[in-house]
């Protein structure tokens, strides 16, 4: 007798067990190697965040500090925090309000409260983010329940964090390929480990801040702030701009907001609209806030102290501190 022949439906089913049995073991090595050895494959930027997640469980250990600086890689580009008795540096390349609010949150849970907090946000940066998912999130930053409070303040209309921000977490979280595999094959799986830890020492040795490599001498290339014709802050970044802000006031901290120089050429070609709406913004919480110390003010800087169109270089960094100690030596 012959055997029946099978259906199409049984033979995708087959394949489809067969696949199955395949990838499901990959994927658990995978999330495994993904969880497990992310100093051998993570790049500088994703060590950098990977380095503020881990200080902020107390798995590395820092100094509690009476000065934190909270910012984007500007200030940490612009300021040598060993020159500044009690500082510490949280700021992070890309970030904004939003994971800034966590990061001084999460660092008044598990150490002292500082007397005095800095933030410095970039313009560009109260607009939109690339940092928050590829960074943050990636990096465990952010808990379940801190995207849960993200999602209920989130607005349909505002799209700064894409239109699924908990989907997009989760993601993260079962470590999708996609968001890895870049830095795996740049650096070859396993060979990124030397490198990552000599960062995270110097990272320390720094107080929190980071090395920029590759700055010039002099650099009047025009930063990202002169593509905008008008500052259109974005909501849910305002909302972490006023936590923040709210936070200091709980726990009795001094709070100031302040603005990184832009090189010469790009503070010229900055938009008038941009700049008028922008130092309005800004203004509405300087008068709700008169407690606290907030500028308003966008500024320059000859292009020699620059090193990239955002970035100071050493010149720069070792002139802006000075002025920057004496400009609070009354606030701290």
């Known amino acids: 007798m012959f055997a029946p022949k099978k259906t199409n439906i049984e033979i995708v089913k087959k394949i489809v067990v067969k696949g199955l049995v395949l990838i499901i073991p990959l994927y658990i090595l995978w999330f495994f190697y993904i969880e497990r050895f992310p100093m051998y494959y993570n790049s500088p930027n994703n060590t950098r965040w990977y380095f503020i997640s881990k200080t902020l469980k107390k798995e590395i250990i820092i100094p509690k500090s009476e000065i934190l600086f909270l910012g984007d890689s500007r200030v940490n580009a612009g300021i040598n925090f060993n020159n500044i008795t009690g500082a510490y540096s949280f ?3 890309g970030a904004t309000c939003i994971e800034m609010y966590y990061i001084l949150k999460k660092y008044t849970e598990q150490y002292h409260p500082p007397k005095s907090v800095y933030l410095s946000i970039s313009p560009r940066f109260f607009s939109e983010t690339y940092a928050f998912y590829s960074y943050a999130v990636r990096n465990k930053l952010l808990s379940f329940s801190d995207m849960k409070e993200i999602s209920k303040i989130y607005e349909k209309n505002d799209t700064t964090l894409r239109r699924t921000p908990l989907i997009n977490f989760i993601l993260y979280r079962l470590n999708y390929p996609e968001y890895y595999q870049s830095d795996v094959m740049k650096n070859y799986v396993f060979a990124a480990y030397s490198e990552n830890k000599k960062m995270i020492n110097e990272m320390i040795d720094l107080k929190g801040g980071r090395f920029h490599t590759g700055l010039k001498d002099s650099c009047s290339d025009l930063n990202y702030e002169t593509k905008y014709m008008h500052f259109i802050p974005s909501e849910i970044i305002t909302v972490y701009f006023e936590k923040i802000i709210n936070l200091c006031s709980e726990k009795n901290i001094e709070f ?14 900055l938009n008038t609209n941009f700049l008028n709406e922008y130092t309005n913004f800004i203004n509405e919480y300087k008068n709700n806030y008169p407690e606290f110390r ?8 000859p292009d020699v102290f620059f090193g990239d169109d955002s970035h100071l270089n050493l010149r720069g960094k070792n002139y802006f501190t000075n002025e920057f100690l004496k400009t609070f030596e009354n606030f701290r």
């Open 294 to 301: 907030i500028s308003d003010s966008l500024y320059s800087m």
């Open 91 to 93: 700021a992070a390349g």
């Open 256 to 269: 100031c907001f302040f603005s990184m120089p832009m090189n010469e050429s790009s503070y010229r070609k």
